[in-house]
């Protein structure tokens, strides 16, 4: 018995010719990535299995590798991994149905690609710049001369005035770190933290002729606090956090 085949989707481009983009492989299969076309717009597709698709390492590199393949040479509206509609006509009607957020996306999009940026404290330095706070010296100093029992309230406050510093700690990387690259990019955002170590969560929308500016700003930050904090600056992408498209029903005739 044959598999019952979709079409997955990747993302949406600007192009009225077909284009072949490889294979890509989905489902334990090696499928041809192709586009669909509508309104002078293309769905980069492939056809593959419907189904639930395991969002393991394997699959999601998969996914992501056709995506920078296609970034390569257009701005691309990403679709999110796993998405899959039975057949051509379900694309075209989807399409249709987000033919005016495409108008108001590409514009923003086009020539610009999304980076990442975290910043994570190292523990040693954390440790080493909240003791040096007064209010947590004279904390430390009054929970080690009392009973574990009397100074559990004590216990309590260093606990916060610990969360408390570390907050001025992300304020401090929002004011010195973030906007100072925000004011390079197109657009910027930042994310919350995921980590009480974590200093910083930030995504950059920037101009493709501006990225060399920006990473060299990147750099020189990372050169400043190489010493105090560990940096992850991942990129290009498409603008994932820079794009919300909402599906709506049309209201019945």
């Avoid at 100074?151 to 510093?165: C, I, N, P, Q, V």
Wanted: hydrophobic share 40%; no cysteine; proline share 4%.
């Amino acid at each position: 018995m044959s598999e019952e085949l979709g079409v997955y989707m990747f993302g949406v481009i600007e192009e009225k010719e077909p284009v072949n983009f490889g294979h890509v492989v989905l489902a334990e299969g090696e499928r041809p990535v192709y586009t669909i076309h509508k309104n002078n717009r293309a769905m980069v597709a492939a056809d593959a299995p419907i189904q639930i698709y395991d969002p393991s390492r394997k699959n999601l590199q998969a996914h992501q590798e056709i995506v920078s393949k296609v970034m390569a040479s257009y701005d691309i509206i990403p679709m999110s991994f796993g998405n899959v509609l039975e057949g051509t006509e379900d694309i075209h009607i989807l399409m249709d149905k987000l033919d005016e957020q495409f108008d108001e996306i590409f514009p923003k999009i086009r020539n610009k690609i999304e980076v990442g940026l975290k910043i994570i404290g190292k523990k040693e330095w954390l440790s080493e710049k909240v003791n040096q706070e007064p209010h947590v010296k004279a904390l430390q100093k009054r929970t080690r001369n009392k009973e574990k029992n009397a100074s559990y309230y004590d216990r309590m406050e260093l606990g916060e005035t610990a969360h408390k510093f570390m907050m001025n700690l992300h304020y401090q990387f929002e004011e010195d770190v973030f906007q100072p690259l925000a004011d390079m990019a197109a657009a910027a955002k930042s994310n919350e933290v995921i980590s009480e170590r974590m200093l910083l969560n930030a995504s950059f929308l920037i101009d493709k002729e501006k990225e060399e500016a920006f990473d060299a700003k990147v750099n020189e930050i990372y050169n400043e606090w190489l010493d105090k904090a560990e940096f992850k600056y991942t990129g290009p992408w498409p603008a994932y956090n820079f794009i919300d498209i909402k599906l709506k029903a049309k209201n019945p005739t």
